[in-house]
C-alpha cells in the first residue's frame, strides 16, 4: 500500500541529508593536502560530493516511487547507510594511509591489519548495501496502476480539431 503522506517527509529528508554529506565532500576538499594518502583524499571528496547530489537527486524523486512504507524504509536506510560509508571510508583510508582493497587509489599502501579489516567490511556492506538500493529503486520506479490507465484514458479522448 502507498502511503502518499510519508512521501515528502522521507523526501525532505533525503534532501537535507544529501545536502549535508554535499557539505561533508566540500570540506574534505580542504583536508586532501595534509591527509596520508591525498589520492585517497580526492577520492572521499568525490565521493562526499556525487553521493550528496545522488540524495538530493533520490529526494526529488520519491514521489514517483511507488513503494510500500517498509520498502520506503528499507530504502532509505540502504541509500543513507551505503552513500555515507563510502565517503566515511575513503575518508578513513586517506587518513591512516591505508586501503590495499582500494588498489589504485591506495597506491600500494596498506594499514593494520584492524584498519584493513574495517575498511574491507565497510567497503563490502556499503557495496551491498547499494546494490540492494539500487535494485529496490529502479522496482520502486515502476509504472503505477493509475499512471497505466490514464495513458490509456488520454489516449482516447477526443482532441478538439484545429
Do not use: C
Not at 10 to 25: A, E, K, T
Not at 51 to 67: D, E, H, R, S, V
Not at 68 to 94: H, I, K, M, P
Not at 131 to 142: D, E, K, T
Request: proline letters at 4%; hydrophobic letters at 50%.
Amino acid at each position: 500500500m502507498r502511503d502518499s503522506m510519508h512521501y515528502p517527509i522521507i523526501g525532505r529528508h533525503l534532501l537535507q541529508m544529501g545536502v549535508l554529506l554535499f557539505l561533508l565532500g566540500l570540506l574534505t576538499g580542504f583536508l586532501v593536502p595534509s591527509l596520508s594518502n591525498p589520492r585517497m583524499g580526492l577520492a572521499s571528496h568525490l565521493e562526499g560530493v556525487m553521493n550528496g547530489l545522488f540524495l538530493m537527486g533520490l529526494g526529488l524523486a520519491w514521489p514517483y516511487l511507488t513503494l510500500t512504507r517498509v520498502l520506503q524504509r528499507v530504502l532509505l536506510y540502504l541509500v543513507l547507510f551505503g552513500t555515507f560509508a563510502n565517503w566515511l571510508v575513503t575518508l578513513l583510508a586517506a587518513w591512516w594511509g591505508a586501503g590495499s582493497m582500494m588498489t589504485i587509489a591506495s597506491k600500494g599502501l596498506s594499514g593494520t591489519p584492524v584498519q584493513e579489516l574495517l575498511i574491507g567490511l565497510l567497503l563490502l556492506s556499503l557495496s551491498a548495501a547499494m546494490i540492494l538500493a539500487s535494485g529496490l529503486l529502479l522496482y520502486g520506479l515502476r509504472r503505477r496502476r493509475d499512471d497505466r490507465n490514464r495513458l490509456r484514458t488520454a489516449s482516447t479522448l477526443d482532441l478538439p480539431a484545429r
